[in-house]
């Protein structure tokens, strides 16, 4: 499974971003797709999450600026961020949770983009 991430790039304080993020390959079943960040020296964080049924969830700091979304079809994430902030300067990686099932027992796996710059400076 590859994961292609873009979108990212500086913008201005209060600006907005959409990053895309499309899965390829071998995908019998997704199970969840989301988004984490990563700031220069910091630990890597949720961003956003969206399951199989098309639920939500984002980590409280970005709750009501960021929106995900999913095209089922196209096995693509998005994230839709605005008033963005210098904070939110990071590192954004795509995650997918792919789950395969044998006779004996369904697994899940995830894997991770090679992620994309959002810088946020005036």
């Known amino acids: 499974v590859q994961l292609q991430a873009s979108g990212g790039g500086l913008v201005q304080p209060g600006g907005f971003l959409r990053l895309s993020c499309a899965a390829s390959g071998r995908i019998p079943s997704i199970e969840a797709m989301g988004w984490y960040r990563q700031a220069s020296g910091q630990q890597r964080e949720l961003v956003a999450v969206i399951d199989s049924d098309g639920l939500t969830n984002y980590a409280d700091s970005m709750a009501g600026r960021f929106t995900i979304s999913r095209a089922y079809a196209k096995n693509t994430v998005y994230l839709q961020m605005s008033s963005l902030k210098p904070e939110d300067t990071a590192v954004y990686l795509c995650?997918?949770?792919?789950?395969?099932?044998?006779?004996?027992?369904?697994?899940?796996?995830?894997?991770w983009g090679q992620g994309t710059q959002v810088t946020v400076s005036s």
């Open positions: 995650k997918v949770v792919v789950k395969r099932c044998s006779i004996e027992a369904c697994v899940t796996y995830d894997y």
